[in-house]
């Protein structure tokens, strides 16, 4: 079966720096893999989904990469701010026709001011 | 509604008690998903609908866990005879297109005790 890894340690950065967190995988390689992030007592937020045939996709300040020979993603926050500071989910595609996703267990983000 | 709603935001049972909670999707999306979070965990898949079909439900950890969606709007999960390991957060999302994502609820958080 898929497993997904995440860093497990928070990562702490300053504002204003560029945040890089890492997404894992084993086995097959999904069409796609989405990002969300999740705030205490919330459910996840929606942030990108990028598909095997893409290399780059940027949202704002966000940006996501797919390697999908290194089995790889990264998502990048540029000039991040406090309100950056999330849990943030790397899901990704289970084959079976119906955009059901695995999810991995997050990264959690702490910007400092 | 403009969101998921879902309710109670909170449920706490005696063990040995039967629960049921509710899902309010998007309207109009299609889809509908059931995902259990553990603390520190990312969500978990439990069971897919479409429309008012339940087409995957793989993700049920036991037959004391039963969901419905009669109408193919609003979903019902029921756990019966809860134990101490049901407890977690419950999370319900509905899709409208892949691309999109999933809007999730902000989850019940099931406490047994």
């Known amino acids: 079966s898929q497993k997904i890894e995440q860093n497990s340690e928070a990562l702490n950065i300053q504002e204003g720096k560029t945040a890089t967190l890492t997404c894992n995988y084993t086995?097959?390689?999904?069409?796609?893999l989405q990002w969300y992030r999740q705030d205490p007592g919330r459910g996840p937020v929606f942030l990108l989904l990028i598909r095997e045939n893409e290399k780059e996709k940027r949202k704002e300040r966000l940006k996501v990469t797919f390697d999908t020979t290194l089995k790889q993603s990264l998502f990048h926050i540029t000039a991040s701010q406090p309100a950056d500071s999330a849990t943030y989910l790397c899901?990704?595609?289970?084959?079976?026709?119906?955009?059901?996703?695995?999810f991995g267990a997050g990264t959690r983000l702490a910007v400092h001011p | 509604g403009a969101g998921v709603s879902q309710s109670p935001r909170y449920k706490v049972a005696k063990r040995g008690q039967d629960v049921a909670l509710r899902c309010d999707p998007i309207?109009?999306?299609?889809?509908l998903f059931w995902y259990q979070q553990a603390l520190g965990q990312g969500p978990e898949f439990l069971t897919y609908?479409?429309?008012?079909?339940?087409?995957?439900k793989s993700g049920l950890p036991s037959d004391r866990f039963f969901a419905e969606r009669p109408e193919g709007s609003v979903s019902t999960l029921k756990i019966q005879r809860t134990q101490q390991e049901d407890s977690a957060v419950y999370l319900c999302a509905s899709s409208l297109r892949q691309a999109d994502g999933y809007t999730f609820g902000s989850g019940t958080r099931l406490t047994v005790v």
């Open positions: 899901a990704l595609e289970n084959p079976g026709g119906y955009n059901k996703l695995i």
């Open positions: 309207s109009g999306h299609v889809s």
């Open positions: 609908f479409q429309n008012e079909a339940q087409l995957d």
């Open positions: 086995n097959y390689s999904p069409a796609y």
